[in-house]
């Protein structure tokens, strides 16, 4: 009699163990989907928050999370080659046989260095990622820091001219630039870009960042002929 109460309590034992067990194995395969899911998220976003993040830096002119976010190698030599063809198709656009291209495309090569230089830079990027590229105008450089500690000078406070008569106030003061209209989105898995364009007849450019592992994009590149 003892030997079958103890059978019957260890086989009771075990269906408990049994019940318990089919009922959590649900619940670890939808905890694991929901990491899986939730992961799966975080990795398509991730390109939208170093787009983020990096625009943040580069407008705050924080050049040690700037360097986390771009390949300034990969984007020299972007650079280098678009500016280039920039300065190519303005030269062949201009020349019409004129003898002094020549001299025009030797001074224009001898800009692409400097101009390089000045925009593979926090101001550069912080340029880019404002919808002000490079033209590859003869001493170019992207736009200084706004002084946002510093008091505004005489000119900034200096009141505004009367508008004319007829009330058109509009030749008097011109209006503000407007913000580029900006669309971003995956080229393929491993490429994210970023296209500005002003308005509907402007030319347009795109900002590249490229995947490095699993979760990290970087600013590698730019397209200057949209």
């Known amino acids: 009699m003892a030997?079958?109460?103890r059978t019957k309590r260890g086989s009771k034992r075990g269906s408990k163990r049994g019940m318990h067990g089919g009922a959590t194995r649900p619940l670890i395969v939808t905890?694991?989907?929901i990491v899986v899911i939730a992961a799966l998220g975080f990795a398509y976003a991730t390109p939208?928050?170093?787009l983020n993040n990096l625009k943040r830096a580069a407008d705050a002119r924080d050049a040690q999370t700037v360097n986390q976010y771009v390949d300034f190698p990969a984007l020299r030599e972007s650079l280098k080659e678009q500016v280039a063809g920039l300065l190519t198709r303005r030269l062949g656009a201009h020349s019409n046989g004129n003898p002094l291209a020549a001299i025009g495309a030797m001074i224009g090569v001898a800009l692409i260095g400097?101009?390089?230089d000045a925009y593979a830079t926090p101001d550069g990027v912080a340029a880019l990622l404002n919808g002000m590229p490079p033209r590859g105008d003869p001493g170019e450089r992207p736009p200084a820091p706004p002084a946002a500690n510093n008091p505004p000078d005489a000119a900034a406070t200096a009141p505004a001219p009367a508008a004319p008569a007829d009330g058109n106030a509009a030749n008097v003061n011109s209006a503000p630039p407007q913000p580029p209209q900006t669309t971003a989105g995956y080229r393929?898995?491993?490429?994210?870009?970023?296209?500005?364009?002003?308005?509907?007849?402007?030319a347009r450019y795109s900002a590249i960042f490229q995947r490095e592992g699993v979760f990290t994009?970087?600013?590698?590149a730019v397209n200057l002929n949209e």
Do not use: C, M, R
């Not at 994009?217 to 590698?220: N, P, S, T």
């Open 3 to 5: 030997v079958s109460k």
């Open 31 to 33: 905890l694991i989907v």
């Open 48 to 50: 939208y928050i170093a």
């Open 114 to 116: 400097p101009l390089v």
């Open 188 to 202: 393929s898995l491993n490429e994210f870009v970023v296209t500005y364009q002003h308005g509907a007849g402007d």
């Open 217 to 220: 994009w970087k600013l590698a």
